[in-house]
């Protein structure tokens, strides 16, 4: 069983571009969650997805920042005109339905590393 | 979401050691805390999780004690190994029947010295 998938691992962009960053859970999960990690900081929720619904985006930033999970394909955090302080490690991961032995835990994938430059 | 808080920032133990992490925890409504293993450059592993319920959990050379009153809880790793070397967080969430976004400690560089 394939874990979570993130891409790209690594993604530069210039201040005023957009990044978008792909999560696909694992299989059988229908539950996305996703994070940023700044150096030397432990990891901050952003926001939590369900299949074509955002169920909490109390973390994430008013403007610039969204989140989809389609019924079909990756969740993608979406990020428009970055600028230098969007900089970090950004986390996908997901858990399993409602009612799974391990509903409450989270898988994590490897990563984005953002760069802006 | 509160906050948790870790403690220490970084800490060095000999081969064969006990290393302990401490969190403390503000919100009364977290109900799962799981702690996490994250080596450079990869993303964080689930190491072992807790509920309120019980005292202590133990799995392997690797122990949660959680005190509910106090709203602490600490991970031990017994017979400490180089390859145990990595950054740790203690993480918490509430449990209201549904999956919540974790709130994470801030991370310990644990190295273990040969």
């Known amino acids: 069983n394939a874990g979570v998938m993130q891409n790209p691992r690594h993604l530069v962009r210039r201040r005023g571009q957009e990044a978008r960053l792909r999560c696909s859970p694992m299989?059988?999960?229908?539950?996305v969650y996703w994070y940023r990690q700044l150096p030397e900081e432990g990891l901050k929720f952003m926001v939590y997805l369900q299949k074509e619904n955002i169920i909490d985006e109390s973390g994430m930033p008013k403007e610039r920042f969204s989140a989809e999970f389609p019924k079909e394909g990756p969740s993608i955090l979406r990020i428009q005109q970055v600028v230098r302080g969007d900089s970090a490690a950004y986390f996908c991961a997901s858990s399993p339905r409602l009612g799974a032995e391990d509903q409450e835990t989270q898988y994590f994938g490897p990563g984005t590393r953002l760069l802006v430059l | 979401q509160q906050q948790v808080k870790q403690s220490p920032q970084s800490l060095i133990v000999q081969k064969g050691g006990i290393s302990i992490i401490n969190c403390a925890y503000e919100n009364t409504a977290f109900d799962y805390f799981p702690w996490y293993q994250q080596f450079p450059g990869k993303g964080p592993a689930l190491l072992i999780a807790i509920r309120p319920d019980v005292s202590e959990k133990k799995e392997g050379r690797f122990t949660i004690s959680f005190n509910k009153s106090a709203k602490q809880f600490s991970l031990h790793i017994m017979d400490s190994q180089p390859g145990d070397s990595a950054t740790y967080f203690c993480a918490a969430s509430p449990w209201g029947g549904g999956a919540d976004g974790l709130t994470f400690g801030k991370g310990t560089h644990l190295i273990i010295q040969p």
């Open positions: 299989k059988g999960h229908s539950h």
